[in-house]
DNA sequence: TTCATATTTCCAGAATTATATAAATAACGT
DNA sequence: ACGTTATTTATATAATTCTGGAAATATGAA
């Protein structure tokens, strides 16, 4: 991953609104949600919510497919799963030992 | 991890300066650099530079002691871990085997 | 082909964030 | 105390991002 992709991802989570939305996809998993049922969650006006799904759309973070009229978003794993590698990458390398990056770093 | 404090870490790192900053310390480990070496090796002139330290020393993500007359920034790794920790939380509770967050949910 | 539903794009104003010059603060050596 | 080094704060401008009303597009139903 390149360094301008994790700043888009990251900016992309970096906002309120995204990340609540981002919350509830990963939590949802691959079936996803219809737009119109994301903003009615969070209370959103519809150029708003679509703002913000479509930044995180360009980030990768989730994807989004067609049903009949509806469009459903859902989070993109495999993406997210990128940007942890990311930024745990090259960590700690003069002392592994001092680091705290559990998953990645006691490994070393 | 608050939603308020994941943001402050997510819009720390979100910007290029700041991104480029923190994989440095990252790096570098426990014993950190100086505001100085780190504005140097960027090409950043000081306002610049301590805008961007003061942003990351805010989210958590990085710490500072004195030392002499210089100020050592360095990575703070629990913080980040807390950081990834709350982006995987209650992740595809719906369906862990179709989630692609090895570190985290493959232990599921 | 007209109507209703679902969502996006256009646009403009509001809010936030980034940059850098100049001035201030902090610590050390003499 | 004074000068030097290291860094921050104050401030202003520039750039970017967020918000939501109005209009446009896409799909399906009658």
Redesign the pocket.
């Known amino acids: 991953m390149k360094i301008i992709n994790a700043i888009t991802a990251l ?1 992309a989570l ?2 309120e ?2 990340l609540e939305i981002f919350g509830l996809l990963v939590q949802v998993g691959a079936e996803g949600l ?4 994301i ?1 009615e969650r969070f209370g ?12 995180l759309k360009r980030s990768g973070l989730i994807d ?1 497919r ?1 049903e ?5 978003y859902s989070a993109n794993y495999k993406n997210m799963n990128k940007l942890m590698t990311y930024l745990t990458e090259n960590c700690c390398q003069e002392n592994p030992a001092g680091c705290d990056l559990p998953a990645v770093c006691e490994s070393k």
Do not use: K
């Open positions: 900016s970096a906002q609104t995204r219809p737009a119109g049922q903003g959103l006006p519809f150029p708003t919510l679509s703002f913000h799904l479509s930044h989004c067609r009949g009229r509806s469009l459903i």
